[in-house]
């Protein structure tokens, strides 16, 4: 919460981020679970929920994974050679193919590309979760479903994997879907020789024309080809297409809408350091507390005086360096600092090149690798410590972040994003955002949330973090696996996070088919797996998922998956599930009723199911609510009588004996 007391309640534009709770809430924070009002502070913006919002994401009820595959379509460019019809025809219905390629060649969307037919993103499609060796046995593909496997971004230690993989192709033949499988190259020679020709190799797309489509995409025009491009150009020719388009993402963010191709141009060559081939030289002729402001102005450009003198003599601090000098002893603050270039304009503290606090923060971590702790030190100061307005400490904790990323060394930001989010901060859930979306380390952040979500006796805070982290931004991406890390939160042993994490699982379940599909396939093959354990948490999900007054029609699948899964249920916790399930679905339409009669009267349990349908309901209810309830208990009393053979409605016949 802020130290300074609450604020008047402000939400003014589109860019501040989205609350997931009652509490005080700041822009450029991710996340935030505490109470209070919502706080609107000036100072740079962050890039919190930006990439969710570029893609028109967030708003309310969004069918999110066909909105992302739409997306996906119009930024894909081909690489050279590729026909899109003909490798769909290779895929076959069903089918396979193992696309192999090296990171940066947009192996992913291409498989995204092939499995999803342009104006059939309805339809969406599932990705295998490839956490653990269980998936290899346990995922049971349906009819028609489109799969999606990624064997990338780690080693396939299993030596097994080879021969698992061509069983599991085999299912999948079988049950009639089709599978696309991502691999890296360097594991293409253990292919089992008999998928050999299921195997896609892929290009790289001209690197250009990834730019112009992103760039497109965010509204901007394309620089043009001879226009001093020659940085851009050696960038281009090295780059992968993930980074390409994170280049204008961020540009998207910096410049104007429909902005002029020379704005855009100076702005890319900026950023790829035009300008600035002497800043290193230039550091290393400072001394230690010339460095330190210029390392402070960098990391809290746009912040007050006194933000940054008392920022800068903590950093001077923590790095070991000494005051020259007695303080009444030094010469005015303001001429120190611009004496290094920097500008005080109405007492915030700014370089008058715009990229130079990047650029500086960039040179100072390369060529300091042994200041890393220490400065992750003062940035832990500078968020935990009560000097800085919330702003500021999520602008210091963004651009601390970066330079972590960039350096792929994630660990530091895990660890001080879990210390921070327990203590109910925040710049936790930002921390977590900004690895979540970043090209390279993305991974490390879905592998530790899986391990995290596990816990069962997490921090609250931290738990209530990753509910809004998975619900609000990996489900974008990768929303299977943001399905099955709330699912693990559900079972939380906090009353509150498993109800959050209940909550977001239901909002997004019931509002996208897709994330409907995937999520009943979860919980069916839990429940048909012999050595799974089955829960009372896994029961309500199910509830939630069928029973909730919100599920549209067009949401529900055919009723067949539904009592497929009833049925495996019935089959393994028959007392638990119909004790569950039998107060709720009695308010569900007759076609949905039949759907819970068909699977007790497959697994023998319509004794069970009638004698609790004939049960009064428990907790206060209305009049209207008690016809109600009458009414969906004779429909489904009737409906098992049908079940039974028995015609409750038919006329007695009269029977003499001769």
Wanted: charged fraction near 25%; aromatic fraction near 4%.
């Amino acid at each position: 919460m802020s130290t300074h007391g609450p604020a008047p309640t402000s939400v003014a534009h589109t860019r501040g981020p989205v609350h997931a709770g009652d509490g005080p809430q700041y822009n450029d924070a991710a996340v935030h679970n505490g109470t209070g009002d919502q706080n609107f502070f000036n100072g740079d913006a962050g890039e919190s929920f930006r990439a969710a919002e570029d893609l028109g994401l967030i708003r309310e009820r969004v069918e999110i994974q066909e909105q992302w595959l739409r997306t996906v379509r119009a930024r894909f460019v081909a690489p050279p050679g590729f026909d899109e019809a003909v490798q769909r025809e290779r895929l076959g219905d069903p089918g396979c193919l193992i696309l192999i390629g090296e990171p940066g060649q947009g192996r992913r969307t291409m498989a995204q590309i092939l499995l999803v037919p342009r104006g059939e993103e309805d339809r969406g499609l599932r990705e295998v979760l490839s956490e653990g060796d269980g998936f290899w046995t346990s995922d049971e593909p349906s009819p028609g479903e489109r799969l999606l496997l990624d064997l990338t971004g780690g080693e396939l230690g299993d030596r097994r994997w080879p021969e698992r993989l061509r069983r599991f192709v085999g299912r999948i033949a079988d049950a009639g879907a089709r599978l696309v499988v991502i691999l890296d190259e360097r594991n293409a020679q253990t292919v089992p020789q008999e998928l050999s020709d299921h195997v896609l190799r892929a290009g790289r797309p001209d690197p250009r024309r990834v730019l112009a489509s992103h760039l497109k995409g965010a509204e901007l025009p394309v620089p043009p080809a001879d226009r001093g491009a020659s940085r851009l150009h050696a960038w281009l020719d090295a780059a992968g297409a993930g980074e390409i388009a994170d280049l204008a993402r961020r540009a998207g963010h910096a410049l104007a809408p429909c902005g002029s191709a020379r704005a855009v141009a100076e702005w890319i060559d900026a950023v790829l350091g035009a300008g600035h081939d002497g800043i290193d030289d230039d550091l290393d002729a400072r001394d230690g507390r010339a460095r330190a402001l210029l390392c402070t102005v960098a990391f809290l450009e746009g912040a007050d005086l006194e933000e940054v003198a008392e920022a800068g003599t903590a950093l001077l601090e923590h790095t070991g360096a000494e005051a020259e000098c007695a303080p009444i002893e030094r010469a005015s603050f303001t001429a120190e600092l611009r004496g290094l270039g920097a500008t005080v304009e109405r007492r915030r503290v700014r370089f008058a090149d715009p990229w130079r606090a990047q650029v500086l923060r960039e040179v100072f971590w390369d060529g300091h690798p042994h200041l890393h702790g220490h400065v992750g030190a003062w940035v832990d100061r500078c968020v935990t410590g009560g000097t800085l307005l919330p702003g500021r400490r999520d602008q210091v904790a963004r651009n601390w972040a970066g330079q972590v990323l960039r350096a792929r060394r994630p660990e530091p930001l895990l660890e001080r994003a879990r210390a921070w989010a327990a203590q109910g901060r925040p710049q936790g859930g930002s921390l977590l955002v900004e690895a979540l979306n970043d090209r390279g380390q993305g991974i490390r952040v879905r592998q530790r949330s899986y391990d995290w979500a596990k816990e069962p006796d997490l921090q609250v805070p931290f738990a209530l973090t990753l509910v809004s982290l998975c619900a609000e931004h990996m489900v974008v991406t990768h929303p299977d696996q943001a399905l099955v890390r709330l699912r693990h939160l559900a079972a939380h042993h906090s009353p509150v996070v498993a109800q959050r994490a209940r909550d977001r699982l239901g909002d997004l379940v019931r509002t996208d088919p897709s994330l409907f599909r995937s999520q009943l396939h979860a919980l069916t093959t839990r429940f048909k797996k012999p050595n799974s354990q089955i829960t009372h948490v896994h029961v309500e999900l199910f509830a939630d998922l069928l029973t909730h007054p919100d599920v549209s029609a067009h949401t529900v699948p055919d009723g067949r998956a539904v009592v497929e899964a009833l049925t495996a249920l019935l089959e393994r916790v028959p007392g638990v599930a119909l004790a569950t399930l039998v107060g709720p679905w009695i308010s569900l339409p007759e076609h949905r009723a039949q759907w819970l009669v068909a699977a007790a009267h497959e697994t023998g349990h319509l004794g069970e199911l009638y004698a609790l349908a004939l049960r009064t309901p428990s907790g206060p209810l209305g009049p209207d609510e008690l016809r109600r309830h009458a009414h969906g208990a004779r429909t489904l009393l009737s409906l098992i009588d049908r079940a039974q053979g028995l015609d409750p409605g038919a006329s007695p016949v009269k029977e003499t004996t001769p």
